[in-house]
């Protein structure tokens, strides 16, 4: 089936550093999301993407985030500076329309900051 | 706020058995969606199936059917007929039908991690 693909699937950082994590969505996907997973807690709502804008973002998606897609490249999540509370297993995903909830995931991308 | 419940940590089957997980949910909402996700040890993460709050009749994909019960806003999966590839931890989800909601954004459960025995 359709793939998304998470690069890279993990990252070791020291806290106060960048760190970018790139999502290469299915292809005729429009809308993009990112989800946040801390080990043994549930997925949570970070930001949707649609149009080239942020639609939406949970209390979650701090200041220190940005999400973009210049021209049809990787969606990407930047996280600067970094913060120990930013360790979790980051998922994007995609979607072909806004509303149906079919998600398609990556297998996420580790962040560990140190 | 929307809140999604999985109170079932693990659960244990023999291969080609029926196992049923639970999940309860809370909404404001009338109109709202609800899912099941899979995410195998590789980490993959699978869309199973879903409900319309608006629709009575218990959504079926497979050997994968739901067990809808609104008045407890209840959403339990069962799996009939499990096999090895079963063993996975299965999420539940909830979106809400709002008409300014601009996309898919999910409440997840904490997940229930099934192991399917030979």
Request: with cysteine; aromatic share 12%; hydrophobic share 35%.
């Amino acid at each position: 089936g359709p793939k998304v693909l998470q690069i890279p699937s993990h990252q070791i950082i020291d806290m106060g550093q960048m760190v970018t994590l790139n999502c290469d969505p299915v292809s005729n996907h429009l809308y993009f999301y990112w989800y946040k997973q801390i080990l043994g807690q549930q997925m949570e709502f970070l930001v949707n993407f649609y149009n080239g804008k942020v639609m939406e973002k949970s209390k979650l998606f701090k200041d220190q985030f940005s999400v973009e897609r210049p021209d049809g490249s990787y969606f990407t999540l930047k996280i600067q500076p970094t913060a120990l509370e930013d360790s979790a297993v980051y998922f994007c995903a995609s979607s072909l329309t806004g509303h149906t909830g079919q998600l398609y995931f990556g297998e996420g991308s580790k962040l560990t900051v140190l | 706020a929307q809140k999604v419940t999985q109170t079932q940590t693990s659960i244990s089957v023999m291969e080609k058995t029926t196992v049923t997980m639970d999940c309860v949910y809370e909404t404001q909402d009338s109109s709202y969606f609800l899912f099941w996700y899979k995410q195998t040890a590789s980490g993959e993460i699978v869309f199973l199936i879903r409900q319309d709050s608006y629709k009575k009749e218990n959504a079926t994909v497979g050997h994968y059917s739901l067990n809808f019960q609104k008045p407890k806003s209840s959403i339990g999966l069962i799996i009939t007929a499990t096999q090895i590839e079963d063993s996975a931890v299965y999420f539940c989800a909830m979106r809400e039908g709002r008409a300014n909601s601009a996309g898919n954004k999910l409440t997840f459960g904490i997940g229930t991690r099934v192991l399917v025995r030979p």
